[in-house]
């Protein structure tokens, strides 16, 4: 595991952009196809905001999310719909690249709907999961003290009472989140630091899920200093 920390949220936005482009054509140089999983949040949509075409092919992208807020298809407070909005739509990744989860309204439950998320995941691991980290320590929507924490066979869950509102949404699972090359926390604000220094100190998943994900080949901590401001070193 490493940390990085950068001096506000807006340099921090910016290096994710930059490091989220790079990512991509590196694996696309590797004559392959990227799979990256999104996450919401201020900070996400920050940086999304800011990516630039640069080496890559946009068109030649697989993105998935980590989860989702089980409102109608096209709802604000939908991640897909953050996403596209700040740059999928923008740099003209094809709909059928963008494996959104299932939408309220589609004729599944929930249940169906995050087992259909499921069967639609590459075997393979991903190239890139990007998670944010709410105050209380849940990524995805895998909170503390829920029974989500503790899925070892199914890659997608339903929640029916996330402390965060909307209540209802779809989750990847740890099997599937820690089945990627690269996990990156990235987390901004005073309001974080108390569950990104748990995370750092080895903290439980059922007191600080974010300390129980980690990347097959690296794990990365991005942080802006108000995040990292009480983190404990050696």
């Known amino acids: 595991m490493t940390t990085e920390v950068w001096p506000t949220a807006e340099e921090l936005a910016a290096i994710i952009a930059e490091r989220i482009t790079e990512k991509i054509a590196a694996v696309q140089r590797e004559g392959r196809t990227p799979t990256i999983v999104l996450t919401g949040g201020t900070i996400a949509i920050d940086a999304y905001e800011q990516i630039q ?20 298809a096209g709802d604000a407070d939908r991640n897909d719909q953050q996403a596209k909005d700040a740059f999928l739509d923008r740099l003209g990744v094809p709909a ?12 599944l439950e929930m ?3 995050a087992d259909q998320y499921a069967a639609s995941l590459p075997a393979e691991p991903f190239d890139l999961v ?18 989500q924490l503790h899925e070892t066979k199914r890659l997608a869950v339903e929640v029916f009472d996330s402390p965060k509102p909307p209540p209802e949404r779809i989750s990847l699972t740890y099997p599937a989140l820690r089945n990627a090359q690269s996990v990156w926390l990235i987390v901004a604000g005073e309001g974080k630091a108390e569950a990104v220094a748990r995370a750092h100190a080895h903290g439980t998943i059922e007191d600080t ?6 990347g097959l080949t690296e794990t990365v901590w991005l942080l802006d200093v108000a995040a990292s401001s009480l983190i404990v070193t050696a």
């Open 53 to 72: 075409d640069g080496d890559v092919d946009w068109t030649n992208v697989e993105f998935y999310w980590g989860d989702e807020r089980f409102v109608p």
């Open 96 to 107: 059928e690249r963008i494996h959104a989860m299932p939408a309220q309204g589609a004729g």
């Open 111 to 113: 249940a169906e709907a």
């Open 130 to 147: 990007l998670l944010g980290v709410g105050p209380d320590g849940h990524i995805a929507s895998l909170f503390p003290g829920h029974p």
């Open 209 to 214: 899920p974010a300390s129980g994900v980690q």
